[in-house]
């Protein structure tokens, strides 16, 4: 298993805008999520891209997009309007794919990257 690589990240200040990047390895991966994790808060999945299917979270949607840059196979977290809140480590992890009744669907987000801190302050 190739591992998966975060890479962005930072400081940013409210309202401002940061990308952060996972790159993946060669192989093509139907089922790629971003997750973040406060202290002491539960781990929360923000984004997720099930082949071309984009679903987000209530607490980032409209704020947050994923996309994936096919020469690089790389799926990058584009986060605006930021708030103290979207401050935590955030993780790019990769499941499996199956067809269910014309639908792709994701499970078993079981490969995970390092993670790599996001601070937003006022």
């Known amino acids: 298993q190739v591992p998966l690589v975060e890479s962005g990240g930072g400081s940013a200040q409210v309202g401002g805008s940061l990308n952060i990047s996972c790159a993946v390895g060669p192989i093509y991966y139907g089922c790629v999520a971003w997750y973040r994790q406060a202290p002491d808060k539960a781990r929360e999945g923000v984004a997720f891209l099930a082949n071309n299917y984009k679903t987000y979270s209530d607490s980032v949607k409209d704020r947050f997009t994923i996309s994936r840059d096919v020469p690089k196979n790389t799926y990058t977290l584009h986060m605006n309007k930021l708030k103290p809140e979207d401050t935590a480590m955030y993780y790019c992890?990769?499941?499996?794919?199956?067809?269910?009744?014309?639908?792709?669907?994701?499970?078993?987000?079981?490969?995970w990257g390092q993670g790599t801190q996001v601070t937003v302050s006022s």
């Open positions: 992890a990769v499941g499996s794919g199956f067809w269910s009744g014309g639908i792709w669907k994701c499970e078993d987000y079981s490969v």
